[in-house]
């Protein structure tokens, strides 16, 4: 059974820092890995997928890496502002295992 | 927003009482899924869709039941609602052409008192 896990659970920065998100999972055998942002009270807005052949993706401010072997992703933001400020979720394999998600705020 | 919705968006019912959400598409997508969301839980898979009446089991199965008779809806039904159940349901689809890239719904809140 798959199992994801996000780390830190939540996180302050100022604004303008670079920073990073965690999601670690179990199984290696992933078909792809995707990333998500969830405003308070929302639904969930797809951000980057990543497919196992892939190492990593970019949108924007936005860099996500897959290292299928370690069973880790992560989410880069650059330059953080407090429209970022939002929780992350990423999700895993074919059966889209959710991580608990980071609680992100950027403070002005 | 893949063309999504859900209804009702909020619903307070009672412990006992059938409750039927509804998710509805409008780009005829082949998978879809229902989720809940709970604090600390992070959203966990209840019943997904591959096709007109292919429904399967996910996660957290137990006390829902599904059923999507056309391409455009599906449909998650609590025979007999517990205040465990009381979540956030969200609805997604599979982008048919994108290497499994899920869309959700803006969610229905529910509780069950």
């Known amino acids: 059974k798959q199992e994801v896990t996000q780390i830190p659970a939540a996180l302050s920065v100022p604004e303008g820092e670079n920073l990073v998100l965690n999601c670690s999972f179990t199984?290696?055998?992933?078909?792809?890995l995707q990333w998500f942002r969830q405003d308070p009270g929302k639904g969930l807005t797809s951000l980057l997928l990543?497919?196992?052949?892939?190492r990593e993706q970019t949108s924007g401010r936005l860099n996500a890496s897959l290292d299928k072997s370690s069973g880790r992703s992560t989410l880069y933001i650059a330059a953080s502002q407090p429209g970022d400020s939002a929780t992350y979720l990423c999700?895993?394999?074919?059966?889209?295992?959710f991580g608990a998600g980071t609680r992100l705020t950027v403070k002005p | 927003d893949a063309g999504i919705t859900q209804s009702p968006r909020h619903k307070v019912t009672e412990t006992g009482t059938p409750v039927t959400l509804r998710c509805h598409q409008t780009?005829?997508?082949?998978?879809m899924y229902w989720y809940r969301q709970d604090p600390g839980h992070g959203l966990r898979l209840i019943h997904y869709?591959?096709?007109?009446?292919?429904?399967d089991k996910g996660e957290v199965s137990d006390g829902y039941s599904v059923s999507r008779s056309k391409t455009e809806d599906f449909l998650l039904t609590l025979e007999s609602a517990t205040s465990s159940q009381t979540s956030v349901y969200f609805c997604?689809?599979?982008?048919?052409?994108?290497?499994?890239?899920?869309?959700f719904g803006p969610g229905t809140r529910l509780t069950v008192l």
């Open positions: 999700a895993a394999g074919d059966d889209m295992r």
């Open positions: 199984d290696s055998a992933i078909y792809n």
């Open positions: 990543i497919q196992s052949s892939q």
């Open positions: 780009e005829n997508h082949r998978y």
């Open positions: 869709s591959y096709g007109v009446k292919d429904t």
């Open positions: 997604a689809i599979l982008m048919d052409s994108s290497y499994n890239e899920q869309f």
